[in-house]
């Protein structure tokens, strides 16, 4: 269009945008889980831009990452809009799922961290149960995959990183425009030798353990 | 993960980093910053490589010194960048006003990263002001890989006006993550490294500046006559009357708002991102084709009373859209749904099912839901000795007292059970407020201060305080760094290459009645040194110094401690009085590690969140929390 201000357009496989959301707590690796999918939309010659949110999120607040992928260089989702959510932590996904459009796919590791405790004791509310998060992901038609903590990890790694596990799961709801694969390469392209292989173990471990909470267990987008 | 100065192919890149790039792409030969959010990763990316670039680079003590280093490597010919937060611009005005009236010799750029909606900021102000206000021009980009490519180009327009020109980031540019695709860099420096004398236009007396605000006008109008050049703007037609104007993030909301609702090729859109001088030609033609046109900016319309200028100075009967017309707020961000409202009330487009954005009862039930949904605040890390610092300060204090207080991590402070802070404005407050404070009412007075801050802006005030005879403690809560915007290192930081400045030292030279140095972990001595500043007369200044706990751990620089232990008065009993489940731990120091599971017989540490620091132990009623030794 012109020399400093151009226009990308979408990759050959244009087919509209596929807005993410992916969010949790400071600590959790959210940005660099969502990195993770911009780096492989780079990859792939897929247009995307992502926009964080990390203020205090090293003091223990809320982080929100957004991204659209195939669409404007636009970062923020509207109400709704998420094709996706994936959430490092249950009551994060239950307070991003307005993001979350109808029949849309929710990835959420389940494993709780509860606010610092003071908060509670002086919030007149409480932690939600199992069963309240779950019901109010599942509200609109939504697909639910869930990642429990507890699951025997195949590879034999102790540790399981939830960022990468949620990449994993996510690529087995066929929303993503790529798949394991290219995750997978993506995680070896970016991460230190020293994180890879618990992560790319991680990331196996998301796809075999993640279990769809829904009926319809088809992928793709509706 | 690659250096900035090691990029070979399409590279995804933050905002910040992007500008970064853009800078050495151009050939950056000095920077200079004050850290801040959304703008501390320019800085950050740089801090690193500016070594192996061969770059002078400097974490500034503030904005202001920042902007005058800029001033002086650029007039001595190195293209020069300061980077700062957009209240840090009201800390470098000074400087930054009169900058154009000397001119430039290396390209020089100063960014300011305007927060619209307050992420991390005292105030959402609109930094485009300050272009205007500086007759400086100014460049937007709306996306990392623009934000690379103007950075780039902002130092060649500084040359070719001979202007310092204000590159304006918000939050959403600055941290957006999007692929650049990196140019050469350049093999060779650019400039005479050489301060050719010439007082006559380099000293501002007035009979000099009075010349030289002339040659800045004149100037201005070169700018003028680039802002309208098409490498700035983008142009697309629509067969409607209805135009669209937009600038920064906005540019991207109405792009995708555009083509939500199927309206590509219907309404005309004008981007751009030279917004001042305005590109009066540009939005004229634009204007002469649409009887209505929107304007999409953030935070107050200063494009879009521009735009009115220009429409009654053209005689043209065109119908601006957007603050005035109640489209758009001044509050806060722009986002998707706010956008695409605002198109579609104007070409009421028909949403499609698909194209559906805000279903009423839905956004009534995300509110309902995130209100019942237990909060997650930020606090002070586990640990943190400006806990410490705070618990006992209060008790020394007094509940009544007024608590002056500062800008940091520290701030957080504010929220209980700590409540310490009554009143905050900005960097270096707390020390003139807490003194102003003291002078205007009978109630007791405390100010508290971070170390950067101090630094930053807190001098003149206990200085001020001093001279006058005011009576004031001041508690310096110095961790060694900048912690709340990622450790940056500042004059009181153990020296790395810099010869460090004690907080103290300058503390007494600035003539305080007394001054102590202690640590907050030690809570005897710690304890004894606040009743006895609290108790004389004058200024005293307490210095609480003790590092960052994050930033310790983190940077392995002491050996993590282990976690205490709540004696439950099980099997393990130490026959000494078990926890009475009171609580009075968590609800005194809200300390994240300490945590009371539904249902529970007693709060519980957090193996993985404790520090060992023991701020617990002192505060138990009971004796229950013992070190795990």
């Known amino acids: 269009m012109n020399d400093a201000v151009t226009y990308q357009s979408g990759g050959p496989d244009d087919t509209g945008p596929i807005r993410v959301a992916f969010v949790g707590v400071g600590g959790h690796g959210v940005v660099m889980g969502a990195r993770l999918i911009a780096e492989t939309a780079v990859n792939m010659g897929i247009r995307v831009a992502m926009s964080e949110v990390h203020g205090m999120a090293q003091r223990g607040g809320v982080v929100e990452t957004t991204m659209i992928l195939r669409g404007a260089d636009c970062g923020m989702i509207g109400e709704g809009r998420a094709d996706i959510l994936l959430a490092t932590e249950p009551l994060e996904a239950l307070r991003a799922c307005h993001l979350a459009a109808p029949g849309s796919a929710i990835v959420v590791w389940m494993e709780t961290n509860p606010p610092a405790s003071d908060c509670l004791l002086r919030d007149t509310s409480t932690y939600p149960s199992r069963r309240e998060i779950i019901a109010g992901l599942m509200e609109k038609n939504r697909r639910l995959w869930v990642l429990e903590n507890n699951s025997e990890s195949d590879d034999g790694h102790a540790r399981v990183h939830a960022n990468t596990a949620l990449l994993g799961a996510a690529a087995k709801t066929g929303v993503l425009p790529f798949g394991f694969d290219d995750l997978s390469l993506t995680i070896s392209q970016v991460l230190s030798d020293g994180m890879l292989e618990s992560n790319l173990a991680s990331l196996r471990f998301g796809r075999q353990k993640a279990i769809c909470l829904s009926k319809d267990q088809k992928g793709g987008t509706q | ?629």
């Open chain 2, 1 to 629: 993960m690659s250096s900035l100065l090691n990029l070979e192919r399409r590279t995804l890149l933050l905002g910040d980093e992007a500008v970064a790039r853009g800078a050495l792409e151009a050939g950056l030969g000095a920077f200079s910053t004050y850290p801040g959010t959304p703008a501390s990763e320019i800085g950050d990316s740089l801090a690193g490589i500016s070594e192996e670039a061969g770059i002078f680079f400097e974490y500034a003590v503030n904005e202001i010194i920042a902007v005058e280093t800029v001033i002086a490597f650029s007039l001595s010919g190195y293209r020069s960048m300061a980077a700062m937060k957009h209240v840090g611009l009201n800390v470098a005005a000074d400087a930054f006003m009169t900058f154009p009236y000397l001119g430039v010799g290396g390209g020089a750029v100063i960014v300011t990263a305007d927060d619209p909606g307050c992420h991390s900021s005292q105030n959402e102000q609109d930094n485009r002001h300050f272009a205007r206000m500086a007759q400086v021009p100014m460049i937007e980009p709306s996306s990392p890989r623009e934000a690379c490519l103007l950075t780039k180009r902002a130092f060649e327009l500084s040359e070719e006006v001979h202007l310092p020109v204000l590159l304006r980031l918000t939050t959403r540019i600055a941290h957006m993550r999007g692929p650049v695709d990196p140019a050469p860099l350049p093999t060779t420096r650019i400039g005479a490294r050489e301060f050719k004398r010439d007082p006559m236009n380099r000293v501002m007396v007035p009979s000099v500046a009075r010349l030289r605000h002339a040659e800045v006008i004149r100037m201005l109008e070169n700018a003028a006559l680039i802002a309208d050049s098409p490498e700035f703007h983008g142009v697309s037609e629509g067969d409607s009357d209805l135009g669209i104007i937009a600038v920064g993030h906005g540019r991207n909301l109405v792009e995708s708002a555009l083509s939500d609702l199927g309206l590509n090729g219907r309404v005309g859109f004008l981007e751009l991102a030279f917004t001042y001088p305005f590109p009066e030609r540009t939005i004229a033609d634009f204007l002469k084709r649409h009887r209505r046109v929107l304007v999409v900016e953030e935070l107050t319309p200063f494009m879009e009373d521009a735009i009115a200028a220009i429409a009654h100075r053209r005689g043209c009967d065109t119908r601006i859209f957007g603050k005035h017309t109640g489209h758009f707020s001044e509050l806060g961000e722009l986002n998707p749904d706010l956008v695409t409202n605002a198109v579609a009330d104007l070409t009421c487009a028909r949403k499609s099912t698909t194209t559906e954005i805000v279903y009423a009862d839905d956004s009534h039930e995300s509110q309902t839901r995130s209100t019942g949904l237990p909060q997650r605040r930020p606090s002070l890390c586990p640990g943190c000795p400006h806990r410490a610092t705070y618990l006992m300060t209060r008790q020394a204090i007094g509940a009544e007292t007024i608590v002056a207080t500062d800008i940091g991590c520290y701030t957080l402070g504010l929220f209980p059970p700590l409540g310490m802070g009554d009143l905050q404005v900005c960097m270096g407050g707390s020390v003139s407020l807490g003194a102003a404070l003291a002078a205007a009412i009978d109630q007791p007075v405390a100010a508290f201060i971070g170390d950067s801050t101090f630094f930053h802006a807190g001098i003149p005030g206990l200085i001020n305080a001093v001279s006058h005879r005011r009576r004031l403690m001041l508690v310096v809560m110095d961790n060694l760094t900048t912690a709340m915007t990622g450790y940056q290192p500042h004059p009181g930081s153990p020296a790395d290459g810099h010869r460090r400045v004690m907080i103290e030292d300058v503390a007494a030279a600035c003539g305080a009645d007394s001054v102590m140095t202690v640590d907050p972990n030690d809570v005897r001595s710690a304890m004894d040194a606040i009743s006895t500043a609290w108790d004389s007369n004058g200024v005293s200044v307490v210095v609480m110094r003790s590092p960052c706990a994050r930033q310790a751990l983190r940077d392995g620089l002491v050996e993590r401690r282990p976690p205490v232990r709540i004696d439950n008065g099980g099997p393990d009993n130490l026959g000494r009085n078990a926890c009475s489940q009171c609580t009075t731990c968590i609800e005194m120091t809200g300390c994240p590690a300490l945590h009371l599971e539904k249902g529970a017989r007693g709060p519980e540490v957090i193996q993985d969140l404790c520090t060992g620091c023991g701020l617990c132990i002192t505060v138990c009623p009971n004796g229950a929390i013992v070190p795990d030794e």
